[in-house]
């Protein structure tokens, strides 16, 4: 009887309108996100890094005008069909619309890639790359949105993603929660807004 009353103390404690309980409540949050729900979801997808925030633009289908496919192959087509990859197949792919800055990416590690995922790995750059698989024999990746893949000698970051490890795979994307990054993201710009770091671009 005790116990239950200390834990229906504690529950209206919670449900109170005040400062306090709004502290306890996010510290509360907070450990069940961390000790709790990552485990849990590390255990579940095998990827150390379970959940990731799509952070630029390369992925982003700025050609999807009211979701008319053809308008971003007419821009990016020319590109694949170079590597073998067709339009049809492009269009059974995962994510064909894209991913856009601030979605929610959960990420599993029990299976190896196939050509058109959208991977995430290693580049040794500071932020994981989330970009999509466009050769197996080297493992080789490209961002929806970009024009070209990233190499040593066209990116500040120097990454290379025209033959990537195995070991550098964290994962493959398998489902993609809109925009709610942002409540992360928003901060990290706004620190950078005023700390004077450059943010990269908006999209």
Not at 77 to 87: D, N, R
Not at 121 to 142: D, E, M, W
Not at 158 to 175: A, H, L, N, P
Request: charged letters at 15%.
């Amino acid at each position: 009887m005790g116990e239950e009353n200390i834990f229906k103390k504690f529950w209206n404690f919670l449900k109170k309108d005040s400062w306090w309980s709004f502290v306890v409540t996010l510290i509360l949050a907070f450990i069940v996100i961390k000790f709790i729900l990552f485990p849990l979801l590390t255990w579940v997808t095998g990827a150390s890094l379970p959940l990731v925030i799509v952070e630029s633009c390369s992925m982003n289908h700025k050609g999807f005008l009211g979701g008319n496919f053809d308008n971003y192959w007419a821009t990016h087509g020319s590109w694949y069909e170079q590597k073998g990859i067709t339009k049809e197949q492009f269009q059974e792919f995962s994510f064909t619309q894209g991913m856009k800055m601030g979605d929610i990416i959960i990420v599993y590690n029990k299976a190896p890639p196939k050509l058109g995922d959208v991977i995430i790995f290693n580049a040794g750059s500071g932020n994981p790359i989330i970009h999509r698989v466009v050769s197996l024999n080297p493992l080789q990746t490209k961002g929806d949105n970009n024009l070209a893949q990233l190499t040593p000698t066209n990116n500040p970051g120097r990454v290379d993603e025209t033959s990537i490890s195995q070991s550098q795979i964290m994962g493959k994307s398998v489902f993609k929660i809109p925009r709610l990054g942002w409540v992360k993201l928003g901060f990290v710009k706004l620190f950078q807004f005023f700390s004077g770091t450059p943010s990269g671009s908006w999209c």
